[in-house]
């Protein structure tokens, strides 16, 4: 039975599981970003394919969706520097299940969902899971698209003029290429949406400099 007034509950044993997971399935190293993007895919599939809510708090960024681990017990693992990157590396600690106050039918359907989410993306790395969740979970078209574009780029030296891979597209220059992808983000601003008031004139001035330039330019994003 859970103890009595545990600091663990569902999103940290949903947490803890799945590093002990992804432990057994391989002793590689797991990143922050890796593990939080993890535990927000478990979390979603529990939802949808078990229709069962853990709780857990998570959040959209520039690249891709996290759990806010600020906001749940992190004393579930430890989180020393990682060996050859930077960054940290996430180990769960050696705890009993009681520990965790869990439900019974959470004690069914999490360790059912972390074993899919091991299974789909344990040998995946950060940018597999990334593209994933911008494919699947995106609130927008707009914001994947964006992400389409920026990963595209990100492939590339432009510096070296290398021809994009525009994936069949008919022999466009990369300048036609980029300026197409230009043309449907701007069809797909969620311009009916109000918090996207605010963003639109920085993106309509990003849209403008990056038509002229004949690419994005750094350091200047439209969507966050």
Same mark, same amino acid.
């Given at each position: 039975m859970p103890q009595e007034d545990s600091e663990f509950g569902e999103p940290e044993f949903l947490g803890w599981l799945l590093l002990k997971r992804l432990k057994e399935q391989s002793d590689d190293q797991i990143s922050r970003s890796k593990f939080l993007k993890l535990c927000c895919i478990t979390d979603r599939h529990l939802a949808e394919s078990h229709e069962y809510e853990?709780?857990?708090?998570?959040? !959209?960024?520039?690249?891709?969706?996290?759990?806010?681990?600020?906001?749940?017990s992190g004393r579930f693992y430890n989180a020393p520097l990682a060996i050859g990157w930077d960054g940290q590396q996430y180990i769960p600690k050696?705890?009993? /299940?009681?520990?965790?106050?869990?439900?019974?039918?959470?004690?069914?359907?999490?360790?059912?969902?972390?074993? !899919? $989410? /091991?299974?789909?993306?344990?040998? @995946?790395?950060?940018?597999?899971? @990334?593209?994933?969740?911008?494919?699947?979970?995106?609130?927008n078209e707009f914001i994947r698209q964006y992400s389409e574009l920026r990963w595209l780029l990100s492939t590339i030296d432009l510096g070296r003029q290398e021809r994009l891979q525009n994936y069949g597209s008919g022999g466009e220059s990369n300048e036609e290429y980029l300026k197409r992808q230009l043309d449907?983000?701007?069809?797909?601003?969620?311009?009916? =949406? =109000?918090?996207?008031? =605010?963003? @639109?004139?920085?993106?309509?001035? !990003?849209?403008? $400099?990056?038509?002229l330039h004949g690419r994005p330019v750094n350091g200047v994003q439209p969507y966050r």
């Open positions: 853990v709780g857990l708090p998570r959040y !959209w960024y520039m690249y891709g969706e996290l759990a806010n681990e600020h906001e749940f050696e705890l009993p /299940v009681e520990a965790f106050e869990v439900s019974e039918a959470g004690l069914e359907v999490i360790p059912d969902a972390v074993d !899919w $989410t /091991v299974r789909e993306f344990g040998r @995946k790395n950060v940018e597999d899971i @990334k593209q994933h969740q911008y494919e699947e979970y995106a609130e449907e983000m701007m069809a797909a601003y969620p311009g009916d =949406e =109000e918090r996207y008031d =605010e963003m @639109k004139s920085l993106y309509f001035r !990003w849209d403008d $400099t990056a038509r």
